[in-house]
């Protein structure tokens, strides 16, 4: 089973009519403990502690980048498997005054990688220290801070300090991350302290505590982040990454910065869409939404030749995708030229005119350039206050359980990040040649699938929509339909969420959906040529966290429950 596939199969769930039915249609009521409704503001993240955490921050007279930031060090406590501050990710800011604001912390490669130091073994991106890039996560959320911040910086670190020593029940999500990994779990002393205390790997409602993560969280948030980039934790992590075979070292660590830059803005049906640029898949989603605007979704509704047709926006997509990677690279030096090029209107003309609405095609009509890499475990954070904020946020540590090291002395498991890049001469696990525009290069960042996003409305005086959502590869597609649903379907948040999810990345050359998907809907794409894989029973695609505000001023927020996620508003 692949990483960023979720297997919710220890859940048990008594009724499953409301995920039938096609998407856009209302006619059922849906009521699940995942959403909220608020007049104030909302938090939707992937653990119901943390979006608490994060409102929290909000009523205190927190800004929504504190609400963010508490939130995600939160979920980094209670989601160690996908996400911490031994990671990295993006921040999408739209501040009250409707500027907004892109933050890269993207983990990245250290000073002594080679584009060919893989070709050996691949495997060693994925596990020890080798795939070890520099964790960005913490210089991020202090460029945040620093810039948008109303709290003080320890306030936002303290619930998560107290959750992580005090201990928080396991839930059925944690319980069935923790028995994808027992060897590791209950062989590798650091982690068997946390997750085997007693010799045996924890379960739903046993009590789990990280009481050496929460004293290195208290001790970041006393002293700054320098502690974790210059000080003894930066220390640890270089001693501990070294150990494992890597080539991480304390320089990588204090010359690492956080990128403040401007954010990817595209128009989807006068609605200002506000994302990220690569090495995020931003640009991806504004050319979906360009494609897509051509039609009329809105007058014809979700019609069977509309999901044909955005299938093939999607293969189209992936094809641009694979021209992607980060702007620095030193040999590829036109990537963000590529990037405005492919999200301009009139290639999106060009798309349309080339999608045929009576069938499909091969991979190559839509000309990719190579590989089209995917990251794995990530979580998404969205939140939106009172004063019209509102921050869109992906974290991860890729692969579970990131590169499976965990520092002895801090708690802090260290991500896989350099097993985003591509390997020159190795296709990746779908036989997809590598790109070189995603080969490794020292101080460079690899191509990431997320797209954090936050969308005005029509007006431009407020955010309507605030999305993102984890899940490798199908990030891209999951945000997409959860939005077409919402701006064009007439479907409420939690609707949104909730629908049966479809994929196609080009290659392989099939579309993936979920165990619910409509079988009427299946048979007509069929027809036109598509196939399909179909995901077991308890098998999901993606989680996506959605917030929006209504015309009338209410605020509605959804979690996904395929990760046991909870919104909480007030």
Not at 213 to 239: H, P, Q, S, T
Request: proline content about 5%; glycine content about 10%; charged content about 20%.
């Amino acid at each position: 089973m692949s990483s960023d596939v979720l297997d919710c199969r220890p859940v048990t769930r008594t009724n499953h009519a409301h995920l039938s039915t096609p998407i856009g249609d209302k006619s059922e009521k849906i009521d699940h403990p995942g959403s909220a409704t608020g007049r104030n503001g909302a938090v939707s993240s992937e653990n119901e502690l943390c979006s608490k955490i994060g409102v929290d921050a909000l009523k205190d007279g927190g800004s929504a980048v504190d609400a963010a930031i508490a939130t995600g060090i939160c979920i980094g406590v209670t989601n160690m498997y996908s996400s911490g501050i031994g990671g990295g990710g993006f921040m999408v800011v739209r501040d009250h005054d409707g500027m907004s604001r892109y933050i890269d912390f993207r983990e990245e490669a250290p000073a002594l990688a080679q584009t060919d130091m893989y070709n050996h073994d691949p495997k060693l991106a994925q596990i020890g220290g080798l795939g070890v890039a520099v964790p960005g996560e913490i210089r991020g959320f202090e460029a945040a801070h620093k810039r948008y911040g109303k709290l003080e910086w320890k306030r936002l670190f303290q619930p998560s300090v107290d959750l992580a020593i005090n201990g928080w029940e396991v839930n059925h999500i944690l319980e069935h991350r923790i028995n994808l990994a027992p060897t590791l779990l209950l062989n590798n002393p650091a982690f068997r302290d946390v997750f085997a205390p007693n010799g045996v790997l924890l379960k739903q409602g046993d009590i789990i505590k990280r009481e050496k993560y929460g004293l290195a969280l208290k001790e970041i948030g006393e002293k700054g982040a320098n502690v974790f980039y210059e000080g003894w934790i930066a220390e640890e992590i270089v001693k501990t990454t070294k150990a494992e075979g890597g080539i991480l070292s304390m320089d990588d660590m204090r010359q690492y910065q956080a990128k403040i830059l401007p954010t990817y803005v595209g128009y989807y049906n006068g609605r200002r869409v506000i994302t990220g640029p690569p090495p995020t898949s931003g640009p991806v989603l504004i050319s979906l939404l360009n494609v897509m605007e051509g039609y009329d979704l809105h007058g014809e509704g979700p019609t069977n030749t509309n999901f044909h047709r955005l299938v093939e926006a999607y293969k189209h997509g992936f094809a641009q995708r694979s021209y992607y990677g980060d702007p620095v690279d030193p040999v590829y030096k036109n990537i963000t030229v590529i990037a405005k090029d492919f999200s301009r209107k009139h290639y999106a003309w060009d798309v349309r005119h080339n999608i045929t609405d009576e069938k499909t095609h091969g991979p190559k009509y839509y000309n990719p350039t190579f590989d089209i890499d995917s990251d794995h475990g990530t979580m998404h954070v969205s939140v939106l206050a009172a004063d019209g904020s509102a921050v869109s946020m992906t974290c991860t540590v890729n692969l579970l359980f990131g590169g499976q090291i965990m520092n002895a002395a801090t708690g802090i498991i260290l991500n896989d990040e350099m097993d985003d890049f591509s390997i020159p001469g190795h296709p990746n696990a779908f036989g997809l040649e590598p790109s070189p525009y995603n080969f490794i290069h020292p101080r460079k960042r690899p191509l990431s699938s997320s797209v954090p996003v936050i969308i005005e409305n029509r007006a431009g005086d407020h955010v309507e929509v605030v999305a993102g959502a984890s899940g490798g590869s199908r990030i891209i597609t999951a945000t997409m339909q959860a939005v077409l649903d919402m701006l064009d379907w007439g479907s409420t948040p939690l609707q949104a969420v909730t629908r049966p999810r479809m994929h196609h990345q080009l290659l392989p050359n099939n579309i993936m959906v979920e165990w619910e998907f409509d079988e009427t809907l299946k048979k007509d794409l069929e027809g036109r040529g598509h196939k399909f894989v179909v995901l077991d029973k308890g098998l999901y695609l993606s989680g996506v966290e959605v917030i929006r505000r209504r015309p009338d001023g209410l605020i509605e927020a959804a979690s996904d429950w395929r990760k046991a996620g909870v919104s909480v508003g007030y």
